[in-house]
């Protein structure tokens, strides 16, 4: 089994910069691909981006190309969201999620996920 724990949301100004973590444990976690999905009021949760077990390959939405880096530490344990340049519209619920397939997790089916933290990006 997986446990995963978000932290790192608060509120910043437009144009910005926060940066999320995504705290894993769980006996094959290592071995687990990852991502970040959003939910926004009055909106259904929407794709972020993505990584690979090995940390080696990315994928993420258009809306955030350029600006988001998705990234894990040496030693798997940890998942980050470097979110830069942030705008209104990126006033989200962002949640952690964790499966054993890469494709499963881009398409918005993990296994696991977490509790979700709070951005809130003011104009």
């Known amino acids: 089994q997986v446990q995963l ?7 910043v100004q437009a144009g910005g910069s926060l ?6 444990s769980g006996r094959t976690f290592n071995t687990y691909a990852m991502g970040w999905f959003r939910q926004a009021p009055g909106k259904e949760r929407e794709f972020v981006a993505a990584i690979t077990w090995s940390g080696r390959r990315t994928h993420y939405a258009d809306s955030v190309k350029g600006r988001f880096t998705i990234s894990r530490d040496s030693a798997k344990i940890t998942l ?5 340049s942030l705008k209104p519209e990126d006033t989200a619920v962002y949640y952690c999620a964790a499966d054993p397939i890469s494709d499963t997790v881009r398409a918005g089916k993990a296994a696991y996920w977490g509790q979700g933290t709070q951005v809130t990006v003011s104009s």
């Open 80 to 84: 980050y969201l470097q979110m830069n």
């Open 19 to 24: 940066r999320l973590s995504c705290a894993a």
């Open 5 to 11: 724990a978000e932290s790192g949301g608060g509120l």
